[in-house]
C-alpha cells in the first residue's frame, strides 16, 4: 500500500529498541534505523533492563546486538517476548547452531549473522516482522483450538454430572445447560466448567 503524501495522514514510524553493550556498534546501528525510517525508542546497554524497558515504551520491534548471546541475555529476551511478544531481532558473530536454536527457543525472530550493515536493515526487519505475525496468528489458532477442546470436555462432564445428580438424560441435561448459558449470558463451556467447580465445593 503506497504511503499518503498528506503528513497528516502519513503512518507513525516503527518504534524499535536497541540492546547492545558497544555503544559505537549502537550509535551506528541507530544511524541505520533512522535513515531506514524507523524511530528508536531506546538504546540499552544490558539486557537485563529489556523486560522492564518493552513494558514501558512499547516498541514495535526489538534489535539485540551481541557478539555472542549469553545466557542471561536469551533468558530476559525469552521473559520479554512471554510478557510482551513482538519481533526480536539479532545481529551477532556466532553462527553456532546451539545458540540459534537456543535463541529461536528464546523467542528470537530473526537471528542474523555477519549481517549488520544499513542496506540490509529494513528488510530483515521487515521479514522478522512477518515471521513474528505468522507464528503469533498460528499460536492464537492453537490457543482456540484448545480452549474449544477443553470446553467440549467440560461440557461432557457437566452434562454426566446433571444426569448423575438430578436423573435427567443426556438430551435434558443438554438442554439445562443451554438454559443456563442464555441466562447468564456466558458460553456453554463456561457454564459447565463453572458447574463443575461449583459441584466439588458440595
Aim: hydrophobic share 40%; aromatic share 2%; with cysteine.
Amino acid at each position: 500500500m503506497p504511503r499518503s503524501k498528506d503528513p497528516s495522514t502519513a503512518p507513525e514510524p516503527l518504534r524499535v529498541m536497541i540492546v547492545d553493550s558497544d555503544p559505537e556498534r549502537s550509535r551506528n546501528l541507530r544511524g541505520a534505523l533512522t535513515l531506514a525510517g524507523y524511530r528508536v525508542v531506546a538504546e540499552l546497554r544490558e539486557s537485563i533492563a529489556l523486560p522492564d524497558a518493552v513494558q514501558g515504551l512499547k516498541p514495535h520491534i526489538v534489535i539485540v546486538a551481541a557478539d555472542s548471546p549469553d545466557r542471561d541475555t536469551l533468558e530476559h529476551i525469552s521473559l520479554t517476548t512471554r510478557n510482551a511478544p513482538r519481533p526480536v531481532v539479532m545481529f551477532t558473530q556466532d553462527g553456532g547452531a546451539e545458540t540459534i536454536r537456543a535463541a529461536v527457543k528464546a523467542g528470537v525472530s530473526a537471528y542474523v549473522v555477519d549481517g549488520l550493515s544499513p542496506e540490509r536493515i529494513r528488510p530483515i526487519l521487515e521479514v522478522a516482522c512477518a515471521r513474528f505475525e505468522a507464528h503469533q496468528a498460528l499460536a492464537e489458532r492453537l490457543a482456540e483450538t484448545e480452549r474449544k477442546l477443553a470446553e467440549r470436555k467440560a461440557v461432557e462432564r457437566a452434562k454426566g454430572l446433571l444426569m448423575q445428580r438430578r436423573g435427567l438424560s443426556e438430551d435434558e441435561a443438554y438442554r439445562e445447560l443451554r438454559r443456563l448459558a442464555m441466562q447468564t449470558g456466558k458460553r456453554l463451556g463456561e457454564v459447565a466448567e463453572t458447574l463443575l467447580a461449583a459441584a466439588h465445593l458440595l
